[in-house]
């Protein structure tokens, strides 16, 4: 069986840092990325990445905060997450898939449970 697992999240001082992991097991995956869903909103983008890591992309509001990476023997993929802002509180989001990167949600085949950041003033 697929199965990601997100680690990492945690409660955080605005200007922290945190760094999210996200175990994959069963296959390797193409187009790996990370989306986020705050109380009342819908699921949306933050970050993908190849399986080269050679392209990478980001949702405005985080560029230049956060970088995503993978290790592709361990089949995980990181989100490290500076300069952290109230705003960015969430349940986040670790997705899979098999065709390249994209910011649309319908694209991933798998995703996993979730872990919470709560980033405070």
């Known amino acids: 069986q697929v199965q990601l697992v997100e680690s990492g999240g945690g409660l955080v001082q605005a200007g922290g840092s945190l760094r999210l992991s996200c175990a994959a097991s069963?296959?390797?995956?193409?187009?790996m990325g990370w989306f986020r869903q705050a109380p009342g909103n819908e699921r949306e983008f933050v970050a993908a990445?190849?399986?080269?890591?050679?392209?990478?992309y980001y949702e405005d509001s985080v560029k230049g905060r956060f970088s995503i990476s993978r290790d592709n023997a361990k089949i995980t993929l990181y989100l490290q997450m500076n300069s952290l802002k109230p705003e960015d509180t969430a349940v986040y989001y670790c997705?899979?898939?098999?065709?390249?990167?994209?910011?649309?949600?319908?694209?991933?085949?798998?995703w996993g449970q979730g872990t919470q950041v709560t980033v405070t003033s």
């Open positions: 069963g296959r390797t995956f193409n187009a």
């Open positions: 990445i190849s399986w080269t890591a050679a392209s990478t």
């Open positions: 997705a899979a898939g098999y065709k390249f990167p994209t910011d649309r949600l319908y694209e991933y085949a798998y």
